[in-house]
């Protein structure tokens, strides 16, 4: 899934450059001078290619042993540990989101990404925040996850972990995944400009919100966008499901999908 993942993020962020004015953006580098942050960084595949698209990057993990992985595997590709004209940088560090947002403070990264975590943490709103926090006005954050409906139950959990054991059981709870819309309520109501501690303000307050409004139940490409991810069996590959398919909130995006939003500039 990993191919898929890197395709979004370097059609997002090369969008979005250009939208910013960048004209001589570089598709193989849309993150090029940018600092970039992996939550969650598992075995670093993900950190890799990002430092290979230009991202200065940092993997974090709360599991020791998945970055003693992802840093060895790193060495394989000397480039990857300082600054070359082809790479970023990379680096990794033993620590959760909340340790390094109370190490770095709020506002470090133009880019956070985190894949697969979300629907594993027992509190998502404070992981959602802490991890927008750490996001640069005018950055970005993505994520990967899995949709709360049926047919995630019969994919994920019945036939990848009960039947087939492709997936550890136990590795997934159904109702810890999280639908598309409620990533899309959360950042209707959180406030760009509120303290990590009092993300979702008082009325009163007039929050700022990631998300300004909602066209037809769909939020503006240039504040935020969900893609489905859907697996081609006769192919033994993953696609991202391309933007507008017809009916793709109904089918595309019941079970994986890619979720961007995007820091208002102050």
Request: aromatic share 8%; glycine share 8%; charged share 20%.
């Amino acid at each position: 899934m990993n191919p898929v993942r890197i395709e979004f993020i370097r059609q997002k962020m090369s969008e979005m450059r250009r939208e910013d004015g960048l004209d001589d953006v570089n598709p193989t580098r849309p993150l090029d001078g940018l600092d970039v942050l992996d939550v969650g960084c598992g075995g670093g595949l993900l950190c890799e290619t990002l430092a290979r698209l230009g991202g200065r990057t940092l993997g974090i993990d709360a599991s020791s042993s998945n970055i003693a992985i992802a840093s060895l595997h790193a060495s394989a590709d000397p480039g990857l540990s300082s600054p070359q004209k082809t790479k970023g940088s990379l680096t990794y560090e033993h620590t959760s989101v909340e340790d390094l947002l109370a190490q770095r403070g709020s506002k470090s990264f133009d880019v956070v990404c985190s894949m697969e975590v979300i629907e594993h943490v027992d509190n998502p709103a404070t992981f959602l925040t802490n991890c927008a926090t750490l996001v640069k006005p005018g950055g970005h954050l993505f994520l990967s996850t899995i949709a709360r409906t049926p047919l995630s139950y019969a994919l994920t959990i019945f036939a990848a972990e009960q039947v087939l054991r492709l997936v550890t059981p136990g590795t997934h709870t159904h109702s810890k995944y999280i639908n598309p819309d409620e990533l899309t309520d959360f950042f209707l109501r959180l406030d760009s400009d509120a303290p990590a501690q009092d993300a979702v303000p008082k009325q009163s307050a007039a929050p700022r919100p990631w998300i300004s409004r909602l066209y037809g139940g769909v939020p503006s490409r240039t504040e935020a966008e969900i893609r489905g991810i859907i697996y081609l069996p006769w192919k033994g590959e993953w696609m991202l499901v391309p933007r507008g398919a017809p009916g793709a909130s109904i089918w595309a995006e019941a079970c994986n999908y890619m979720f961007w939003v995007r820091r208002p500039f102050k």
